[in-house]
């Protein structure tokens, strides 16, 4: 696969890739394939607004809608909600270790039982959308390359295409999520591995990528690498991806990132105040002089100003 066919995406997060970090990193990186926040078939099939978490702009483009659940019949309902808002495509989630998520029996929990995932798979390419997974290597302390290999086979069969791996164990128990993210050990070898014992799927590499040297280092053994907290830590690493990938000539300028993000506070208007914009903006200066003075003027949103107000202020001094 040449490098311009090659993906680079941004890794679905809770509370942080919402539609207005999502716009602000599309700002910065034309060519990333976002996510969603996972949305639970529950909240989007039974909660009073659905609509208020499928709602996206258009600049988003490619997004991927990730979901969470075990029921093969609401997968389906959501496939159709996701061709209805024109998504590009949806991903399963068998990756998260939430005590909450282990209580419904989804997330992480499903990587033992890869014949339920396949159905799950099945019923999500009923609305003909494209249709990725991610997971993770294994669960608990069972380090298991054989056990990996049997579950993307079994899941494949389903005729998904596209498997995401978070290159760790999730452990079930006796980690919180955040920990379950830095202790088991990541095993980027695995995920090669399975590239090329399955050279026919898509195969993306996920877990612990900060630097363009380390992502640009996997892509001549896997389809593609997906960035998760790097990527909303310090979001210029995805323009530099970008450019080490040859899609770009040069960086793009903070100046001109406000510029564009105040042009999509304005279409907001008072609807969006200034904190729920300004929560994700505090990478924009990492590691370059002025990130201080930034996150301290970030400290000044408050909720009874617009975000477009706030965006204006900010040109005044940083711009
Ligand atoms: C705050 C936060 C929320 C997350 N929420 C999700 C989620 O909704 N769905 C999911 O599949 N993974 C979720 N993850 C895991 C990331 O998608 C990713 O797999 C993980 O952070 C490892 O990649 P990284 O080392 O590049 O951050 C979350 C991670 C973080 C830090």
Not at 94 to 123: I, N
Request: charged share 20%; glycine share 8%; hydrophobic share 40%.
């Amino acid at each position: 696969m040449a490098m311009n066919e090659k993906i680079l995406s941004v890794a679905p997060m809770l509370d942080w890739t919402d539609r207005h970090c999502r716009h602000f990193l599309r700002l910065i990186c034309p060519s990333c394939v976002l996510f969603t926040e996972m949305l639970t078939t529950n909240a989007l099939l039974l909660g009073r607004d659905p609509q208020r978490f499928l709602e996206y702009s258009a600049a988003e483009h490619p997004l991927i809608l990730q979901v969470g659940g075990d029921d093969p019949e609401a997968m389906r309902r959501v496939s159709w909600l996701a061709r209805e808002y024109q998504y590009d495509g949806i991903n399963l989630n068998v990756g998260c270790p939430s005590p909450r998520v282990q209580k419904g029996s989804f997330g992480a929990c499903l990587m033992a039982t890869p014949e339920h995932v396949a159905e799950l798979m099945a019923a999500l390419a009923d609305s003909g959308l494209a249709i990725s997974i991610k997971h993770r290597l294994g669960l608990d302390r069972e380090e298991n390359y054989a056990a990996l290999q049997q579950f993307v086979d079994r899941v494949a069969q389903s005729g998904c295409r596209h498997f995401i791996v978070h290159a760790r164990n999730a452990w079930l128990k006796g980690l919180n999520p955040a920990e379950n993210r830095e202790i088991p050990p990541l095993r980027w070898d695995w995920v090669q591995h399975l590239k090329q014992d399955f050279p026919h799927l898509q195969i993306e590499i996920n877990g612990g990528f900060k630097t363009p040297a380390t992502v640009l280092e996997q892509y001549p053994y896997v389809d593609g690498v997906m960035i998760g907290r790097a990527a909303y830590h310090n979001p210029l690493l995805l323009a530099e991806v970008e450019m080490a990938m040859g899609r770009r000539a040069q960086l793009p300028e903070r100046g001109q990132i406000l510029e564009g993000l105040m042009t999509y506070a304005e279409s907001w208007g008072e609807a969006l105040p200034a904190p729920r914009l300004s929560r994700h903006l505090h990478g924009l200066y990492y590691g370059v002089a002025g990130a201080g003075e930034w996150r301290r003027f970030l400290g000044t949103a408050v909720l009874n100003e617009s975000a477009a107000d706030f965006l204006r202020r900010a040109l005044q001094q940083f711009a």
